[in-house]
């Protein structure tokens, strides 16, 4: 993938634009040039491809390394630093009640 035409004569490689079978039939090195979408471009913010998966490759590994401190609250725990109550007893609703 280069950006441009000259990009791929200035490297010595054939482009494939005149026909997508020269990537299959055609010299050994056959370049495509990179289609000028201008939201992808605003995306790549003057980075090469390559540039850009390093940064997001780089991401995920430091994302997958926090992994193991992040923090977990364990709501089903009664809160230790109130003063302790008294529960009400429980009602068993399968048992009849007393008239």
Do not use: C
């Amino acid at each position: 993938m280069f950006p441009d035409e000259s990009a791929i004569a200035e490297a010595g490689w054939a482009s494939q634009e005149a026909s997508d079978l020269l990537a299959v039939l055609g010299p050994r090195l056959v370049g495509v040039p990179a289609n000028r979408i201008p939201a992808y471009l605003k995306r790549l913010a003057g980075r090469r491809f390559s540039e850009w998966q390093a940064e997001v490759d780089a991401d995920r590994a430091a994302r997958r390394g926090r992994r193991h401190l992040r923090l977990v609250v364990d709501n089903t725990r009664p809160d230790h630093s109130q003063q302790p109550t008294a529960e009400p007893s429980p009602v068993r609703g399968d048992q009849p009640r007393a008239a």
